[in-house]
């Protein structure tokens, strides 16, 4: 199971980390990511990293904004957001995927937690 917290009420230019807790005692094993869902928008891809946490990706808008980070000891993953934007605001939700390689693609991961929203405001 997966449990995202630490989504809030944001101004724009503040920042915000995120935080994924996994139950899975072989979290390790798993390439975890980041997605967000606007109102009236599809999920979309944020940032990924590897098993080891050596390798991520990020969606162009979360370059140089966000960094994804992961902790194996103790099976969480999170995403720190800084210089916020209105635009930011959506559902972000942490996602699993048993395979080696990191993916962009929501399809390509098996389990998904529960959301947690954030809003930025103007």
């Known amino acids: 199971q997966l449990q995202a917290s630490g989504g809030g009420l944001v101004q724009a230019g503040g920042s915000l980390r995120l935080s994924c807790a996994a139950s899975?005692?072989?979290?390790?094993?798993?390439?975890m990511g980041w997605f967000r869902q606007a109102p009236g928008a599809e999920r979309e891809f944020v940032a990924t990293t590897s098993r080891s946490g050596g390798s991520t990706r990020y969606s162009d808008s979360a370059k140089g904004r966000f960094t994804v980070s992961r902790d194996n000891a103790k099976n969480t993953v999170s995403l720190q957001m800084t210089s916020l934007k209105p635009e930011d605001t959506a559902v972000y939700y942490c996602?699993?995927?048993?395979?080696?390689?990191?993916?962009?693609?929501?399809?390509?991961?098996?389990?998904w937690g529960r959301g947690t929203l954030v809003t930025v405001s103007s």
């Open positions: 996602a699993a995927r048993r395979q080696l390689s990191t993916s962009t693609f929501i399809y390509d991961y098996e389990y």
């Open positions: 899975e005692r072989t979290f390790s094993s798993y390439v």
